[in-house]
């Protein structure tokens, strides 16, 4: 059975060219136009992950209230925000909230379809045993992949989809300079050098307020970043 998507985008052309693409992944897509309609029909039905743009009609916020909703109902309903607001201002409050991810509108159909697989993917993990669980550990870091979750010191850090690979990505060979394009690469994203730096930065105070001597992640100016090993 196809999984159902939700979209929340008050732009009809937008909305539109959402639902035709990611229907053609196979997925069950519906469109709704802004808060309330979305609030009035997942009061019936809930779909299995929603896509929402932050400013919704006269709502400048509506989609910050939407998600805010959508978390108090369900911990682990996957939430994407996927808007034209990306000062790290609205990222970082978009995050808070509980997204699972947060992508700018100039991202393509196919890598907006790869970051709902990955959620799609970890969902399914984390309802599986652990059996076959590839576990990488450095010090106070435990990286388990097919879960797609990160500990430092046992405590979990709370990381987006695109947060983890990235963190993935250095862990795997510490001490090696990873560029921003190996970065994108790797979170399957295609993003502007300070939209990198931002999600680093994000990553460093997520792992900050575990523990606040946290200094793992070095920057190698003018070349990329790198796990201390």
């Known amino acids: 059975m196809a999984r159902a ?24 897509v519906r469109g709704f136009a802004s808060r309330g309609e979305a609030s009035g029909a997942f009061a019936s039905r809930m779909p299995e992950l929603v896509i929402i743009d932050i400013g919704l009609g006269d709502e400048p916020e509506g989609g910050f209230d939407l998600c805010r909703e959508l978390r108090a109902r369900s911990a682990t309903l996957p939430i994407i925000f996927l808007t034209a607001r990306d000062s790290d201002f609205d990222v970082i409050s978009g995050l808070r909230l509980g997204a699972d991810d947060y992508l700018s509108k100039d991202i393509s159909f196919h890598q907006l379809a790869a970051r709902i697989g990955a959620l799609f993917r970890r969902m399914e993990s984390l309802r599986k045993p652990t059996t076959t669980e590839t576990v990488v550990e450095h010090g106070p870091l435990k990286l388990e992949a097919e ?28 001490g090696h300079v990873k560029n921003r394009d190996q970065l994108m690469r790797d979170a399957e994203l295609v993003v502007d050098d300070a939209t990198i730096t931002s999600h680093i930065k994000r990553i460093r105070k997520k792992f900050l307020a575990v523990d606040p001597a946290f200094a793992a992640i070095e920057t190698v100016h003018g070349v990329g970043y790198r796990w201390k090993p």
Not at 7 to 14: G, H, Q
Not at 17 to 26: I, K, M, P, T
Not at 147 to 174: A, D, H, I, K
């Open 5 to 28: 998507i939700a979209i929340v985008e008050d732009e009809p052309s937008i909305r539109a060219n959402y639902v035709e693409a990611l229907s053609r992944f196979g997925y069950e």
């Open 147 to 174: 879960r797609m979750r990160v500990t430092w010191n046992g405590v979990e850090v709370p990381l987006t989809v695109t947060e983890f690979w990235m963190v993935n990505t250095l862990v795997r060979f510490p």
